[in-house]
């Protein structure tokens, strides 16, 4: 899995992220247009899911919020914050784009920064310059 290896390695090449300064600020709700997620995902956070719970990825632990768009009990969105919590900001968004109710490396966004949605955010595995998804096309950045 693409996203343990990056985990194992060192997302910020320290190999412990606890070690960063992370900011404070809380993540905006529109989602930057660079990224070109469908539209219905720009306002998730109106659908908190309870409860929140703890994972273990590779060699690091994480606080999952997960959130319910289409109000059908499932997870459409997952964010993930580094254990010890030091940000209001995730390091990982996750976005079920084909509706599977799974988050695959290809629909992980990377906040290295933890700075909230502000365009410096990456798709784990790049992305091509047109992907369908759930047989609409959408032009991704470069």
Known sequence: MKLEKI??????????????????RISAQEIPQNLMIPSEYNNYKQHFM????????????FHVHDYDIDQDKTMDVSELYPLPIQSKVPLFYG???????????DEIIIDKEMDGWN??????????????????KYLTKK
């Open 7 to 24: 985990l194992r390695k060192g997302i910020f090449g320290l190999g412990f992220i606890a070690t960063i300064g992370l900011p404070m």
């Open 119 to 136: 365009g410096n955010e990456e798709w784990l595995v790049p992305k091509s310059l047109e992907k369908k998804i759930n047989g609409k």
């Open 95 to 105: 976005f079920d784009l084909n509706n599977n109710n799974m988050i695959e490396d």
């Open 50 to 61: 309870q409860p929140c719970y703890n994972i273990k990825l590779g060699d690091y632990y």
